[in-house]
């Protein structure tokens, strides 16, 4: 079974309406292709049809621009997840720290990176 089918039909309502949130961020036109294919695979999981959404989608064109879009999806989703549980376990919270302070360090200048590690200090690292 392909990653993609399985993480959306897995989310619960909390993860779709999120998701929805997020990719409606910058674009909320109707017609989105990447919010059909999402719907469609929600609503025929497991039993997705990859043929009957290509020609849905972009006729009987060439099948690369459906990968792409759902390599695009799959990119989506899941920052979609990782955003909406970074706080949920200070594990997660942990992680996020440290990424942040990774990211500053490598910045110049580093005078934001100590306030990052002290946080994550505070949790325990």
């Known amino acids: 079974m392909n990653i993609l089918q399985h993480m959306i039909g897995l989310m619960n309502k909390e993860e779709v309406r999120h998701f929805k949130l997020f990719a409606n961020r910058t674009n909320a036109s109707t017609g989105r292709k990447d919010l059909l294919l999402f719907d469609h695979i929600r609503n025929t ?74 946080a994550g200090r505070e949790k325990g690292l």
Request: aromatic share 14%.
């Open 45 to 118: 999981y497991p039993e997705y049809d990859e043929t009957k959404i290509q020609k849905k989608l972009y006729g009987s064109a060439d099948k690369n621009t459906l990968y792409r879009l759902k390599n695009r999806l799959l990119e989506d989703v899941g920052k979609s997840i990782a955003l909406q549980y970074f706080e949920s376990t200070e594990f997660n919270l942990i992680l996020n720290q440290i990424a942040l302070a990774r990211l500053f360090q490598g910045k110049k200048p580093a005078r934001n990176s100590p306030s990052f590690s002290y």
